[in-house]
C-alpha cells in the first residue's frame, strides 16, 4: 500500500490541474455565454459533496456549469464572482448522456470537456490531449521532487520565488506543457526544481558577433555573457541555455561548424546561472544582468527563441524608455524599469542569408539590467509565485504577510499594491500609447518586511506601441518587419492591459488576499474602481476606455484555452468580455 506522502503529489497535481482547467470553463465559456447558474442541480443525492473540505461545504455557494452535448459541470466554490476567480471547495462532478453525476479522475474529465467542445468551432485536438496530460505529469514530478528535497521558503530571496510557481499559469489548460528534449533532465536547468547551472559555451569566430547596445560598450556586453580570458585569437566564447545547446547541435548546419573547426564546443563552462519563472532567463548573482536567451522549445503556448525583429524592437525600446526616464520620470509613477541594453548573436560570416537568421535567432540574447545588484535581493518577488498555491494548495501570500493577517492588513496591502501596478502601467498607455504587460510574471515588486513598497516593470520585447501615439515618440527609422510587430491598434493594447491587469494580475491578488475571507472581495474592486477615478483625474489625454470601464466594469480576457483547442498559434488568440464586481448591473454579450 502506498503511503500517504507518495500518492500525495498526484493526488494535489490533480487538484491543482482540475482548478485550472475549471478556470478556463469558467471565464472563458460560462460566463460570457451565461451558461452558469449558482443553484444546486437535480437529482443532488447522486453527489458527494462532503468529500473534500467538508467543514466549508456548510457556508459554500453550488456552481453549476453547463457544457455542450448535454454536458454539466458541478463544484462547490467560495464565493459568485463575476470575473470568473474562484475558490473550488468540493470535488468535480460531471453529468453527460452516458452516465449521471460522477467525480472523474482528472486524465478522464479532462477528456470529457475537450471531447464536448470537439463540434464548437475547434478540430479534433490529440496534441492538447497529451499537452494537459504531461503538464500534469510535470506537476507530480515537480511535487514529488520537493517531498524529497524541500525548496527554500518562497520569499526568502528574489531567485527563490521566481522558482516556487509549482502550477503555473491559474487559468490555462496545461501551464506546464513543454516538449523538452530527452538528452536534458529538466531538474537540472529549470526552475521548478530550484536548479542551478553553468551556461552552455562555445568558442566562435568574434567576425561573426553581432553586438548592439545602448549607453553600454561592446566589451562589458560581451563579457557580461561570458567571460573572454580564455577565448583564442580572433574568436570570442558565446554562452546559452544547456537544452537550447542540444538544439542548436542537432541541426546538420552547427554540426558541419563543428566538425570543420570554425566553432569549438566548450560545454558547460560559462557563468553559474538559476533559471528564473520564464525558464529561459537566467540570474547571475552578483552580476550587472540577467541573461536571456533563446530556447527553441515549446513552453505552453510559444516556441521561447529570439525572432531577430523581436531583439531590434527591444532596443526600441530600450533607447525610448531612456529617453522619457531622463526627460520625464514622472512618467513612470514611481515604478522602477529593467532595462535591457543590448542584444547579441552570433552568425558565420559566410553564410546564407537564411542561415544567418537563423544562427541569429537561435545564438541571441538579451542583457536585462539586474536590479538585484543595487538593491537588497531579499527585497524583491515576483508577483505571480505572490498569488500562487503551494503544495498544500494554499495562497503563498500567507508567507510574505504572516498566514495570520488580520483583515486590515489585507485591505491595506492591497490598497497599496493596486497603487503601484496601476498608476505606471495606465500612465504610459495613456499618455505616452505605450503597451506593457504586466501580467504576474512580468511583474516584480519590492517589500519591506511583507510590504510593497515599489514595483518593478521588466521584457521589454513584449511592450507595443499604439499606433496613434506611441510609435511616434520614436525617432529613428525601423525596419517594415520590425514595426509590424511593434505595433498595435489601440484597441488591441487596451485589450492586453485589460486582461493582463484586471484578470491576469488583480483578480488573482484578490482571490489569494480573500482566500478565507471573500467578504473582502467586493471591497478589494471598490479600491480598484476608486484608484481608476483618482488616476485618470491625473493623466494628460483623455481617457475613454477608463470612462467605460468605471462605468460598465467590462474588462477583456484572453482566452488561453479556446485558442488551444483551435490548435491556433498565440497571436490569433481571441477575448471574451467579463465583468468587475463593482458594476450594479452585471451583463454579459
Given at each position: 500500500?502506498?503511503?500517504?506522502?507518495?500518492?500525495?503529489p498526484k493526488i494535489v497535481s490533480d487538484l491543482a490541474m482540475t482548478h485550472a482547467l475549471l478556470n478556463c470553463l469558467t471565464k472563458e465559456y460560462a460566463l460570457p455565454n451565461q451558461d452558469i447558474q449558482y443553484q444546486w442541480p437535480e437529482k443532488r443525492n447522486e453527489l458527494d459533496t462532503d468529500s473534500h473540505l467538508s467543514e466549508l461545504s456548510l457556508r459554500a455557494t453550488p456552481m453549476l456549469i453547463t457544457l455542450p452535448k448535454h454536458t454539466q459541470i458541478f463544484v462547490l466554490v467560495d464565493r459568485k464572482s463575476s470575473v470568473g476567480s474562484q475558490r473550488y471547495l468540493s470535488n468535480v462532478y460531471l453529468k453527460n448522456k452516458q452516465k449521471g453525476w460522477t467525480h472523474y479522475p482528472f486524465k478522464e474529465l479532462a477528456s470529457i470537456i475537450l471531447e464536448a467542445y470537439s463540434s464548437h468551432g475547434t478540430v479534433d485536438n490529440q496534441e492538447l490531449h497529451e499537452q494537459i496530460d504531461s503538464?500534469?505529469?510535470?506537476?507530480?514530478?515537480?511535487?514529488?521532487?520537493?517531498?524529497?528535497?524541500?525548496?527554500?521558503?518562497?520569499?526568502?530571496?528574489?531567485?527563490?520565488?521566481e522558482q516556487s510557481l509549482w502550477f503555473g499559469h491559474p487559468s490555462?489548460?496545461?501551464?506546464?506543457?513543454?516538449?523538452?528534449?530527452?538528452s536534458i533532465p529538466q531538474e537540472d536547468v529549470t526552475p521548478e526544481f530550484?536548479?542551478?547551472?553553468?551556461?552552455?559555451?562555445?568558442?566562435?569566430?568574434?567576425?561573426?558577433?553581432?553586438?548592439?547596445?545602448?549607453?553600454?560598450?561592446?566589451v562589458d556586453a560581451i563579457n557580461a555573457l561570458a567571460s573572454q580570458v580564455s577565448a583564442t585569437e580572433r574568436h570570442a566564447i558565446i554562452a546559452m541555455h544547456p537544452a537550447q545547446a542540444e538544439q542548436i547541435k542537432k541541426d546538420s548546419r552547427m554540426q558541419h561548424l563543428l566538425n570543420n573547426g570554425e566553432v569549438r564546443d566548450l560545454g558547460l563552462s560559462g557563468y553559474s546561472a538559476a533559471?528564473?519563472?520564464s525558464i529561459r532567463t537566467w540570474y547571475l548573482e552578483e552580476m550587472p544582468y540577467f541573461i536571456k536567451g533563446s530556447l527553441n522549445i515549446r513552453i505552453t503556448n510559444c516556441v521561447r527563441k529570439n525572432s531577430w525583429y523581436e531583439l531590434e524592437s527591444?532596443?526600441?525600446?530600450?533607447?525610448?524608455?531612456?529617453?522619457?526616464?531622463?526627460h520625464t520620470p514622472s512618467a513612470f509613477r514611481g515604478a522602477m524599469i529593467a532595462a535591457e541594453p543590448a542584444v547579441l548573436s552570433w552568425m558565420p560570416e559566410n553564410a546564407s542569408e537564411e542561415d544567418k537568421v537563423w544562427f541569429k535567432e537561435q545564438t541571441s540574447v538579451i542583457l536585462?539590467?539586474?536590479?538585484?545588484?543595487?538593491?537588497?535581493?531579499?527585497?524583491?518577488?515576483?508577483?505571480?509565485?505572490?498569488?500562487?498555491?503551494?503544495?498544500?494548495?494554499?495562497?503563498?501570500i500567507g508567507s510574505l504577510i504572516g498566514h495570520d493577517a488580520t483583515k486590515k492588513k489585507r485591505l491595506d496591502w492591497f490598497k497599496k499594491y493596486q497603487q503601484l501596478l496601476l498608476q505606471p502601467v495606465l500612465s504610459l498607455f495613456f499618455d505616452y500609447g505605450i503597451v506593457t504587460e504586466p501580467h504576474l510574471q512580468n511583474t516584480v515588486f519590492a517589500h519591506n518586511d511583507g510590504t510593497p513598497i515599489s514595483l518593478l516593470l521588466r521584457d521589454f520585447e513584449g511592450v507595443k506601441l499604439t499606433d496613434e501615439l506611441g510609435i511616434h515618440h520614436v525617432n529613428t527609422p525601423l525596419n517594415q518587419k520590425v514595426k509590424d510587430a511593434l505595433v498595435y491598434s489601440r484597441h488591441k493594447g487596451w485589450q492586453r492591459i485589460s486582461y493582463c491587469l484586471f484578470i491576469n494580475n488583480i483578480s488573482e491578488a484578490i482571490l489569494s488576499l480573500t482566500w478565507d475571507a471573500p467578504e473582502l472581495e467586493r471591497i478589494m474592486w471598490d479600491m480598484v474602481k476608486n484608484e481608476l477615478i483618482s488616476l485618470k483625474s491625473s493623466l494628460s489625454k483623455p481617457a475613454p476606455e477608463i470612462d467605460e470601464l468605471i462605468a460598465t466594469g467590462e474588462v477583456a480576457c484572453k482566452c488561453n484555452f479556446k485558442v488551444r483547442l483551435a490548435a491556433q498559434a498565440d497571436k490569433q488568440v481571441q477575448y471574451v468580455p467579463l465583468t468587475a464586481p463593482w458594476s450594479k448591473e452585471v451583463v454579459y454579450a
Open positions: 500500500m502506498k503511503s500517504a506522502i507518495n500518492i500525495l503538464s500534469r505529469n510535470l506537476v507530480e514530478k515537480i511535487l514529488t521532487f520537493h517531498g524529497q528535497n524541500p525548496p527554500p521558503p518562497p520569499f526568502s530571496s528574489y531567485i527563490a520565488s490555462h489548460p496545461a501551464p506546464k506543457a513543454r516538449v523538452w528534449p530527452n530550484q536548479a542551478s547551472t553553468p551556461l552552455y559555451q562555445f568558442e566562435v569566430p568574434e567576425n561573426g558577433l553581432c553586438i548592439q547596445t545602448n549607453g553600454l560598450s561592446k533559471p528564473t519563472a527591444t532596443l526600441v525600446i530600450d533607447k525610448l524608455f531612456s529617453r522619457i526616464m531622463k536585462r539590467e539586474n536590479f538585484c545588484s543595487t538593491n537588497p535581493e531579499t527585497q524583491f518577488a515576483i508577483a505571480a509565485t505572490a498569488f500562487a498555491r503551494d503544495h498544500q494548495l494554499k495562497p503563498m
